[in-house]
């Protein structure tokens, strides 16, 4: 049963997807600030945390920055309409999705879903060593990339970047994000590197199930045909 804390100061959304969540069989614990939260975290291990941006003590943005700086932990921004969420997701603040308020519980309950799924994929075929995604394989140890069963041959980064974007499909990465993972934190280039990569994946790849994505303003993404 995964457990999914809930930072927010308004009662009665604590208590409103509280009910709604245990009855789709999620365990459920609540935080009313920020500094609680941090504090529950660390306690009580959730497998998701449910972010509200305004809280008080420490605001959401905070937590979520502090959150990031030692755990991959997938967290869902509950947002206000009109917030920037194109800074809230992938960008500056690294949340894995949002929800604006004021939410459908239904909808809710789907983006936790595809969060855990998304966090929990890479750590499964981690173990087998072979990212599966439609009909591009990526055989990580050997560093090996097949599409329909063909070799394709990539240099170094463009492997590396490629298996970045692949370990977690439909993330939106920035190009800063993938520039760091892939070339290092102190490499000197600038973010047209990885656009250049990008292109030369694009066009080697013969794949008709997986695209890199374009996201106007923010970055890449890879998506998955199913
Ligand atoms: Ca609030």
Redesign the pocket.
């Given at each position: 049963m995964p457990k999914i804390l809930i930072i927010?100061?308004?009662p009665s959304i604590v208590e409103f997807v509280t009910l709604y969540l245990r009855k789709e069989g999620f365990d459920v614990v609540a935080a009313r600030d920020g500094v609680e939260g941090l504090i529950m975290v660390k306690n009580q291990r959730p497998d998701l945390v449910l972010l509200?941006l305004?809280?008080p003590e420490l605001d959401g943005w905070e937590v979520c920055k502090r959150l990031r700086e030692d755990s991959d932990i997938p967290i869902i921004m509950l947002t206000a309409r009109g917030d920037d969420v194109d800074k809230i997701v992938g960008l500056e603040l690294g949340a894995d999705d949002y929800v604006a308020k004021p939410f459908n519980p239904r909808e809710l309950v789907a983006r936790i879903k595809a969060v855990l799924r998304r966090a929990q994929t890479p750590v499964g075929q981690h173990l087998k060593g072979i990212l599966r995604l439609g009909d591009l394989h990526i055989d990580i140890a050997r560093r090996e990339v097949r599409v329909q069963g063909q070799i394709i041959p990539l240099r170094t980064k463009e492997f590396d970047l490629l298996h970045t974007l692949a370990q977690y499909p439909g993330m939106v990465f920035t190009r800063e994000q993938l520039l760091s993972r892939v070339w290092g934190y102190d490499y000197a280039g600038n973010t047209r590197t990885v656009d250049v990569h990008i292109a030369q994946l694009r066009q080697k790849l013969p794949t008709t199930q997986v695209h890199i994505e374009t996201v106007w303003g923010v970055g890449y993404k890879l998506m998955v045909d199913t």
């Open positions: 927010e100061d308004e509200d305004m809280l």
